[in-house]
C-alpha cells in the first residue's frame, strides 16, 4: 500500500497520537481522483455483512459508507426510531411504601412488547381529530395492575422465613399487568396482545394490607423525548482494525509480538527458511491497545490502522423490536425526514 | 416550572417553517438555511453529501445553541448553479444511497436467515469476508 493509500483509507495509530482521521473523499482533495459521489458506484462498492444475530443482539458491518451516514444510523436508532412505553399512571390506590412518582418512573422503563407501526403517536391522532385532547385506541395501550397483598393460609408464624413464604403477593412482578384491550383493539391485536418483553421485572414490594390499583397507558414515543421510548440498550459502532506488518517479525519477537494482541489476533508459523514468524490472522479481534508499539523492536515493523469505510456495529435490542429489524427501521426515518425536508424546500422554490 | 416542553426537541411550533432560506448578500451564489427540530444527524449527513458535489465550493453547519432545536447551514456553489438546487440534489442521492442500504441489508439478512435455520441450528453463526488489500 503506498502512502497515499494508507492517508486515503486508513486511520493511523501510533503509540502517542492517532492522524488521518477523517475522511478526505471529496472532489478536489487528490489530483487526478474523482470523487464525485454516484449511485453506481456507490451500488457496487457497499457491502453488508451480518456476522451474529441472537434473540436480542445483531452485529453486523457495513462497508462503504461515510462515517456522517454511519453516525447518523447509531443516532436515530438511540433517539429517534419510535417504541411503545407507559407514559400516563393513574393511580387509584397506593399504600405500599413505594411513593407514586418513584412507582410511575419504574413502571415507565419497562419495555413494552408491542408493534409501534401498529400504533400512531399522541399528537397524530390529536391532528387528525381536530386537536380534541384525549387517548384513543389508535394511539394507546392500557394495562391494569391491581395487586393486593395478603398474609399466606396456613403460613407458619416464622420471621426467619422468606416474605414469597409468608405472604401472597409480596412481590409486584410486570408480569401481573394485565392488558384491558380498548375500542377494536381486543379484534386488531388477537395473535399478539400487549404484554412487557419481560415479565420477572420487579416493579415494587408489598406486605400484608398493602395495596396497588394502577392504569397504566402506553403511548408511542422517541428516545429524544424520553430513554424510556429508545428500541436499543446499546448501539454502537467500531472501525475494523487492520494491523499492517511492513518488515518480517522473526524468532523470539514474533512470541512476543503474537503476546501483545488479543488471542486469535496474531498467529507464529514456520516460514520456507524454518524460521518462526508472525502474521495477522484476524484483526476483527483486536483491541487496538497498541502494545506492541511500546516496544523498540516493533516499532518499524508494524502500522496499527483502521479502516475508515468499515464500521463494525453491535446493536442490542430491548426487545420490542427484534435486532435485524432495527435497522431498517433506522433507515425507514432518515428517508422520511430527507422527504420532509425535500418537500419543504420544493415549497418554498414554488413560492418564489 | 418554567421548563420547556418536551415534545419542543421534534414537534414543529405553531406557524414555524421546516426549512427557511436567507439569500447571502455579500457572496455571490451562496445561501443560508434554517432547518427547525433538526440536530447533528441531518447536519453533518446533508454537509458531507454537499461536500461530495464538485459544484459546491463551501458547505457547513451549526447548531447555533443547544436550546435553540434548529441547524443553520451555510452553501456556495459555483456561479452555473443555486444552492437551493445542490440541496435538493443531496436529499435526492441520501434517499438513494438510504433505500440501496435498506436494501442491501435486507437482502443479506434473508440469505443470512436462511443459512441460519437450514445448516446451523446453533446460536451463533460467523462467516468473515476479508479482501481488505
Known sequence: MTDLELLKNRVVLESDRVYSVSSMDVPGTYPGVDDTWDIERFKKTFKVVISELTKGNIEFDLIGIDASIANAFRRILIAEVPSMAIEDVFILNNTSIMHDEVLAHRLGLIPIKADPNDFSFRWETAQKNGNTQGPTDADTIVFKLQVKCTNKKGAPKDDSLEPSELYDNSSVYSGQMIWSPQGRQEEFFKNSPPRPVYDDILITKLRPNQEIDLELHCVKGIGKDHAKFSPVATASYRLLPDIIITKPILGKDAEKFQKCFPEGVVEVFVNKDGEKEARVVNPRKDTVSRECLRHAEFKDKVKLTRVRDHFIFNVESVGAIPPQRLLPDAVKVLIEKCKVLKRSLAQINQAN | ?133
Not at chain 2, 438555511?33 to 461530495?52: A, P, S
Not at chain 2, 453547519?61 to 440541496?87: F, R, S
Request: hydrophobic content about 45%; charged content about 20%; proline content about 5%.
Open chain 2, 1 to 133: 416550572m418554567n421548563a420547556p416542553d418536551r415534545f419542543e426537541l421534534f414537534v414543529l411550533g405553531e406557524g414555524q417553517k421546516k426549512l427557511t432560506i436567507t439569500p447571502d448578500t455579500k457572496l455571490p451564489n451562496a445561501a443560508t438555511f434554517t432547518i427547525q427540530k433538526e440536530d447533528h444527524t441531518v447536519g453533518n449527513m446533508l454537509r458531507m453529501q454537499l461536500l461530495k458535489n464538485k459544484k459546491v465550493l463551501f458547505a457547513g453547519y451549526k447548531v447555533p445553541h443547544p436550546l435553540e432545536h434548529c441547524i443553520i447551514l451555510k452553501i456556495q456553489t459555483t456561479p452555473d448553479t443555486t444552492p437551493e438546487a445542490m440541496l435538493m440534489e443531496a436529499f435526492d442521492e441520501l434517499i438513494k444511497e438510504f433505500s440501496t442500504i435498506r436494501n442491501k441489508f435486507e437482502v443479506i439478512f434473508f440469505f443470512f436467515f436462511f443459512f441460519f435455520f437450514f445448516f446451523f441450528s446453533i446460536n451463533i453463526f460467523f462467516f468473515y469476508i476479508f479482501n481488505l488489500e
